[in-house]
């Protein structure tokens, strides 16, 4: 774990990025489990010595994306192992996070885990995004809403956008071959609501993995 504990604690100052020492050991213990559970319920295919990077450090490049507040409520789509959901989640424990899957035994899994770690401003939900969207309870209601390697960018904007309140962001976590996926998607954006933003590069530590983050803000 020491040796973890520095690496995650490194590579979150190479990013620029600030999370607690507390915060950063929750993480680890998350990680401690997840490999214990995953050697009989496939969570994850990512190596255990790759966790912190291709994991963590990963899912807190969003918080380059997002603004820090009192009461923000953000929606992670299709968390599967808790990934972007739980590390925000423990980074920004004045939030409460959301994390959706169609997968009962995963939302079991991170829910559970979460707690186990001290992690408790978040909520498993478990379901399919294009139905939950039409809920009254989810569709509007959430400041930000991730999503990590779940599908194509025009579907996973159908998935996505509504679920943001007007003035909400949509962070779409992708790899090297997302212009491909945006191609034709503007028309698809206005349609929707949305109002095309930016599209941050972040490189993460240690590697020449480039992750990019694709904002989107519901109008």
């Not at 349609?191 to 109008?219: A, H, M, N, W």
């Amino acid at each position: 774990m020491t040796n973890e504990l520095e690496k995650l604690r490194q590579e979150i100052h190479e990013l620029g990025l600030s999370v607690s020492e507390p915060q950063m050991a929750a993480l680890i213990q998350y990680l401690d489990i997840l490999e214990i559970t995953n050697q009989s319920f496939n969570l994850t295919r990512i190596p255990r010595a790759e966790y912190v990077t291709l994991h963590l450090l990963d899912s807190l490049s969003c918080l380059l994306e997002i603004e820090p507040g009192k009461d923000l409520r953000i929606l992670d789509v299709g968390t599967g192992a808790g990934f972007p959901g739980v590390p925000l989640a423990a980074a920004l424990p004045a939030a409460l996070l959301t994390l959706l899957d169609s997968t009962a035994k995963k939302v079991r899994f991170v829910t559970e885990t979460a707690k186990q770690c001290g992690i408790n401003n978040l909520i498993g939900v478990h379901g399919r995004a294009e139905l939950l969207a039409k809920s009254p309870e989810h569709r509007g209601a959430y400041d930000v809403v991730v999503s990590r390697a779940v599908a194509a960018y025009p579907k996973l904007l159908e998935w996505l956008l509504p679920f943001a309140k007007k003035g909400g962001r949509v962070i779409a976590m992708k790899g090297i071959g997302y212009l491909e996926e945006m191609q034709g998607s503007e028309e698809l954006v206005k349609r929707l609501g949305g109002q095309f933003e930016k599209i941050r590069s972040v490189r993460l530590p240690g590697t020449d993995i480039e992750r990019f983050l694709i904002v989107v803000r519901r109008g």
